[in-house]
């Protein structure tokens, strides 16, 4: 299961009812392991990127907030830096998997997702940190950045952990 799960996130397909399943259960551990002061450093020693074309995006703030509680260490790069000739853009994606165990990709298309997962060999997530990605649609109306915050965590962990 946690291999169509990973799949699904890492090219923002939506979830099938035992995915969304497994994934509101993680973020509910993590939640209660963080109420009741239990550190949950799962990420420690990870790197990851988050590839941007705003310096201080809402989404990008809490992924990067979700990742860092996690113990991982997040870098903002521009977008615009890959988004280059073809021979260039595999070069970099190359360096990305040599400096980071994951990207996240907030505004690249699917199609250039794709491209870049294939070229790096690391996971790539589109959209993770974006309102739109699938698995804000497992959030109550009522829903807060925590809540958030916990789900994006528990996306994180079935990706990179």
Request: hydrophobic share 45%; charged share 20%.
């Amino acid at each position: 299961m946690k291999s169509t799960l990973t799949h699904r996130l890492l090219s923002g397909a939506r979830l099938s009812a035992a995915d969304s399943q497994a994934l509101l259960n993680a973020a509910r551990t993590l939640k209660q392991a963080a109420q009741t002061g239990t550190p949950t450093l799962l990420l420690r020693g990870k790197h990851i990127a988050l590839l941007c074309d705003q310096a201080d995006s809402p989404g990008g703030r809490v992924f990067e907030q979700a990742a860092t509680q996690l113990g991982a260490r997040v870098s903002r790069l521009r977008v615009d830096a890959l988004l280059c000739a073809e021979g260039e853009r595999a070069e970099s994606a190359r360096m990305l998997a040599r400096l980071y165990d994951m990207v996240e990709c907030e505004r690249l298309t699917p199609a250039q997702a794709r491209a870049l997962q294939a070229e790096a060999g690391v996971p790539v997530c589109n959209g993770l940190s974006r309102s739109e990605h699938p698995i804000t649609s497992l959030l109550a109306p009522d829903a807060d950045d925590t809540d958030r915050l916990y789900l994006m965590q528990a996306a994180l962990m079935n990706t990179i952990a």
